[in-house]
């Protein structure tokens, strides 16, 4: 099992009337309520809560990229990519995902990722997804009739453009250049592992089968309703010749441990609450446009018994409380949390957990308690779990010894190394 | 492709609800004229959606559309995005349009009132939007007898709008102010008066740049014209293909 430290870096001051006076925290909220003095300290923080994911034995320390949002404050996840490529020496960078569609030309984003692999040693885990609507089809206006349509030519042309050892020329439909060239080439071969964020669309799947791609899916509700997801996902693979295996599949997941499960459902009650109410409240008219899902996908999924749209509306008016109930989150005492995250990795059968540690407006103390105890006596506990396969969708970096550290090549003292990982590997998979 | 009534051929480019309805104020055109009414690429049964990348390609395939119909030269209604693709028609190919009615025409774009984003908006408000007198809209509020068919219907309607947003999503300005110029049909431009999609002050813009034309707005009026002011419009519409 592979754990990641998912961040979203919301912003942490929205007002507290913010659900009653405006209208969304997407698209159209108001700037002003951004103050770039609070952001810098917060970002900055941010940025520290993930190195810190390294420190206390995280797998993967996760980015990902949001517009026009507080909700998610990264336009750029390869601009925080690098930033932690230069302060973290072990860790994956988890960027889940950087946006292909949106990019003209899309060789941008082959270009900053060769970059990041790079700099970083081979250190990059590359999620591609389509994107959610409220970034694709209003903040970045794509039009949902050609999104998926343009993702697909881009996600050829990168992966060409890794590969290619010669310029060559692209005469594609929605981009044409007569020279592509990547100068510098990513480190792994034939490129940083390669996943499809998403979770609404049958369409993803089949790019995960042609081009052998991880699946990550989001639900903003029970994990239980990404089952259909998850199983259409595993079916398609299996039609396509593919192996059955976990690490071929991942999720994220909202989680608060405490010491006890009383103490969870105190501590990260003003977090929750804010993540759902104020981050997640969301002016309903940019959850779906029409064709973000293919009426083929709304069909599949409508037959399924999932709304999309619908499990949002409902889920933004819980709280942190209601929530933990309706098993939206994850939260209690270590033991809880790893018997229940067993049972869904279980059941979903996947492979790479991206913990959602940090939520809402958590503070820094709660945040690093959160981090460490779920460091300590989680991942322990769920470690052993598919240790029968093998993950081939996790990056393959320079051996260590191998690679650049922060400081040393520019002449001056060695900088103080960073941490190991804290606590011992007990493997515990109750059976 | 519906064809309905008898006389002159009228070529009817539907809106962004398709052909799902047939307009109350085509039927009393029927009288006198053959209404040739093509579902466009991506709506109803009709393919092609992925042909068509820009309005240049919809002006081809319309022409196309013509040779096929052996219609050397026709009149042309267009309402709402195919008042857009009437337009665009016009101005590309001059001579294969006789006489031109634009009837709430996407097309243009004024940053003192910008378009409202109908086909992005959420299912009640595009209606409330679209329709100046809600009553005419009742049966699309009414709710559906069946999950089933309230599925079905969400698929139909997600089908149209796809195809609909291919060319009017977020800023629906692709550069037709620039062609009206060539469009020398003679040409007559209808509005509704409240409509809220586009107030009629498009209406104003679209007549000063089509030479000859002449600007109608109806009141007690929204964007769905047709639908909405049937016997003011027929009325308009036959005086002005009959010349009078």
Known sequence: ?????????????????????????????????????????????????????????????????????????????????????????????????????????????????????????????????????????????????????????????????????????????????????????????????????????????????????????????????????????????????????????????????????????????????????????????????????SVHSKRYFA?????????????????????????????????TVAQQLYEMSKTLKVGHLMMQLHFGNMSAELTRKNATLFAKEVIPRLRGLWSEYEDHWSPRPLPAEDRAVAGRHAGGDAPSGTGEPVGTVAVWCPE | MVRRGTGQALLYLHGIDGLTRWPEGLGELESSFEIVAPSAPGFGNSSGLGHLEDVHDVAIFYQDLLDALHLKEVAVVGHSLGGMFAAELAAAAPSRVSKLILVAPFGLWLDESPVADLVGALRKNRIAMAWGNPAGAAALLAPPASDEEALERDLVETQHLISSGKFLWGVPDHGLRKRLHRITAKTLVVWGNDDAVMGPRYGEVFASRISGSELRVIPRCGHQVIDEQPLVFSRMATDFLHNR
């Open chain 1, 1 to 293: 099992m592979k754990f990641g430290y998912f961040h979203l870096m919301p912003y942490a001051y929205l007002p507290a009337d913010f659900r009653d006076r405006y209208t969304s925290s997407w698209v159209t909220v108001p700037n002003a309520l951004f103050d770039p003095e609070k952001g810098h300290h917060l970002f900055n923080r941010y940025l520290d809560e993930l190195e810190y994911a390294e420190q206390v034995g995280f797998d993967d320390l996760g980015v990902n990229e949001h517009h026009m949002s507080a909700y998610g404050q990264m336009s750029s996840p390869n601009l925080m990519a690098m930033a932690l490529a230069r302060r973290t020496t072990r860790a994956n960078l988890l960027v889940m995902g950087a946006s292909i569609t949106l990019y003209d030309p899309p060789i941008r984003v082959a270009e900053e990722v060769a970059l990041l692999d790079v700099v970083s040693g081979g250190r990059v885990k590359m999620g591609f997804p389509v994107g959610i609507s409220m970034d694709l089809n209003y903040a970045y206006g794509m039009p949902p009739a050609i999104a998926r349509e343009k993702y697909e030519e881009a996600l050829e042309l990168i992966l060409r453009a890794w590969s290619a050892k010669e310029p060559f020329s692209w005469n594609g439909r929605f981009t044409k250049l007569r020279h592509v060239n990547l100068w510098a080439r990513p480190i792994q071969k034939p490129h940083p592992p390669l996943w499809a964020p998403g979770g609404n669309s049958v369409e993803t799947w089949d790019i995960c089968a042609k081009h052998d791609m991880a699946y990550a899916f989001f639900t903003f509700s029970n994990w239980r309703k990404g089952v259909p997801s998850v199983e259409g996902y595993f079916e398609t693979m299996d039609k396509a010749g593919k192996p059955f295996n976990p690490y071929r599949a991942g999720t994220s997941v909202i989680c608060g441990v405490s010491e006890t499960d009383a103490a969870a459902e105190t501590d990260y009650q003003e977090a929750g609450d804010y993540l759902f109410r104020s981050l997640l409240h969301v002016d309903p008219t940019f959850l779906e446009a029409p064709g973000f899902r």
């Open chain 1, 303 to 335: 037959q399924r018994g999932q709304d999309r749209a619908k499990n949002w509306s409902v889920q933004s008016d819980r709280g942190w409380l209601a929530s933990l109930k309706a098993g939206t989150v994850i939260a209690g005492s270590p033991e």
